[in-house]
């Protein structure tokens, strides 16, 4: 039994993992702290002592938390959706704040929720795959398995996998990292729905469940509309699927991966989303593509980054 801990802009999620199987045997949760990596680390060990009354023997800790991280892994850089964070060693305030743990480990979001993918998920068996995951923020994460090289690909100064930071539009909008275009932009969960808003401000003719509810827009929120038959809602994550498939699309003909793993709160909106990012994937890869990339649903949704977390320390 390993403690997993994924760490989001609005939640921190904390779970026991059986990593054997890729089960959660027990799991909690608290509002992410806004005064800074101190306090977040303080938060995620009061709330893991309560775990060890329940289950003395866990002595190792795996935290997922979006932000790039360095190559050792020892800094969280400039997280864009944890406001006032630079440069913090979230790995060092925890091994403070929690002495009795024999290892603790740290690393991006989407990284440990690509290795629940690859171990127990929709990756396994991959050769290669990109993992996406649609929430707050829009993270990525390149697996590998080969003869020479298993796990996830850093790059040079271990940053790599910023999917949501690559522009789709050079002068798209502006993205909270400071980019523009990013993809982030058009399918983190608040641009989905201040795009969805200002649509439907700018255009009085558009007929929408979605104005009864347009100060509170979510993407649960259109997801629910859509199902009840709203044209519009459909609409949205027709446009939304369309963006994405583009962005993979860059990915797949620049790195020549096959498999793509689409998790996180926006691809709860099912086969409407899938389909038109599969359509708009296709239609843009080299030809020699077209017959082998394929969409995945990530097979764990927003459990990834616990079971992940404590895959990386197992």
């Not at 980019?179 to 399918?187: D, M, P, Q, T």
């Not at 509309?225 to 994550?237: I, K, L, P, Q, Y």
């Not at 620049?254 to 099912?270: K, M, N, R, S, Y």
Request: glycine fraction near 12%.
């Amino acid at each position: 039994m390993i403690l997993g801990v994924d760490i989001g802009a609005t939640t921190i999620k904390l779970g026991v993992v059986d990593t054997q199987r890729g089960e959660i045997a027990a799991e909690a949760s608290l509002p992410t702290p806004q005064q800074g990596s101190l306090s977040v680390a303080h938060a995620i060990a009061e709330r893991t002592k309560e775990f060890l009354a329940a289950y003395p023997e866990i002595r190792l800790l795996g935290v997922g938390v979006p932000g790039s991280m360095n190559i050792d892994r020892s800094l969280v850089r400039y997280p864009p959706n944890l406001l006032g964070w630079k440069e913090e060693p979230l790995r060092d305030h925890l091994k403070r704040e929690l002495p009795q743990f024999k290892k603790i480990e740290v690393d991006n979001d989407a990284n440990v929720a690509a290795l629940a993918e690859a171990y127990h998920g929709a990756g396994k068996g991959a050769s290669h795959f990109l993992l996406v995951t649609l929430g707050t923020g829009v993270g990525g994460a390149i697996y590998i398995s080969e003869e020479n090289f298993k796990g996830i690909v850093r790059g040079a100064s271990g940053g790599a996998g910023e999917f949501g930071h690559t522009s789709i539009d050079l002068n798209g909008p502006t993205c909270q990292c400071g980019s523009r275009g990013c993809i982030e932009a058009y399918l983190g969960i608040h641009y989905l729905a201040e795009r969805t808003r200002k649509k439907l401000l700018e255009n009085p003719g558009i007929v929408s469940s979605l104005r009864e509810n347009i100060e509170i827009l979510s993407p649960k929120l259109i997801a629910s509309a859509m199902n009840s038959g709203d044209r519009f809602a459909r609409t949205v994550f027709e446009e939304a699927g369309n963006f994405l498939g583009a962005a993979l699309a860059n990915v797949a003909n620049l790195l020549d991966i096959h498999v793509f793993i689409i998790g996180g709160g926006v691809a709860e909106a099912g086969d409407v989303l899938f389909d038109a990012a599969f359509d708009s994937l296709r239609s843009r890869v080299l030809e020699n593509l077209k017959p082998v990339v394929e969409i995945h649903r990530a097979k764990f949704g927003n459990r990834a980054g616990i079971i992940g977390a404590a895959m990386m320390v197992s």
